[in-house]
């Protein structure tokens, strides 16, 4: 099993959407939680993290269910600059710094 | 303030060849990681260093050596490069753990393109 696993997609949504990414990781220690983007041929760049209350950065929520060792990432109001690919990202408890990269899921918007 | 400067951009070599990529960044930030990204594989860990004079093998290590000996510089290197090492190489960097071990967010350079024939 993979330590952080995503549907990879693609996610193919019109402008204006509502669209939902979610992530599962196995290592139940984990302390903290991450979503990157990356566009086509780019680095990953921080999204934003995730806190275990929930939190929300404009069009984008994120929420932790440390039960259930889930993540999502909820866009709304999809624009077409939002397409690319999102990564989930966990950090197991460590004092490495190390971050596990989950593969990404790719979401298309479309005009 | 530049960041995470990564050179060379794009490189092609020959099998067996040897090569170094460098990181360099200016955040002050302790900890710093080299990756490789490879279609449908995801980022995977090389090598990573929590301090300026130590280094640690991650995920995938072999092939490939690094060295810390300033703060803001980490050093890849390849000493004879093979035809599975064509990737894109990635380096981050981040502040240390807080207390708990509460990981923080990487930033990373724009990555360096190496392909070995």
């Known amino acids: 099993r993979k330590e952080v696993e995503q549907d990879p997609g693609p996610f193919n949504v019109p402008e204006g959407a509502t669209v939902a990414f979610n992530c599962t990781y196995s290592n139940s220690a984990s302390q903290s939680f991450f979503w990157y983007r990356q566009d086509c041929r780019k680095e990953p760049k921080l999204l934003m993290s995730?806190?275990?209350s929930g939190n929300e950065d404009g069009r984008f929520t994120a929420q932790l269910n440390r039960a259930s060792q889930y993540i999502s990432l909820l866009i709304r109001d999809s624009k077409l600059s939002d397409s690319a690919t999102y990564l989930c990202v966990v950090g197991p408890s460590s004092n490495t710094g190390k971050l596990i990269f989950g593969q990404g899921t790719t979401l298309q918007v479309k005009p | 303030n530049a960041g995470v400067t990564q050179t060379p951009k794009f490189r092609v070599l020959k099998t067996g060849q040897s090569m170094t990529l460098l990181c360099a960044q200016d955040m002050n930030h302790e900890y710093m990681y080299w990756y490789r990204q490879d279609p449908g594989m995801g980022l995977r860990l090389i090598h990573y260093s929590v301090g300026e004079g130590t280094t640690a093998k991650g995920e995938v290590p072999d092939g490939y050596n690094v060295s810390r000996l300033k703060k803001q510089n980490f050093l890849l290197g390849l000493e004879s490069a093979a035809p599975s090492q064509t990737s894109v190489y990635f380096c981050?960097?981040?502040?240390?753990?807080?207390?708990?071990?509460?990981?923080?967010?990487?930033?990373f350079g724009d990555g360096t393109r190496l392909s070995i024939l």
């Open positions: 981050a960097s981040s502040y240390p753990s807080l207390r708990g071990n509460s990981n923080q967010p990487q930033h």
């Open positions: 995730v806190y275990s």
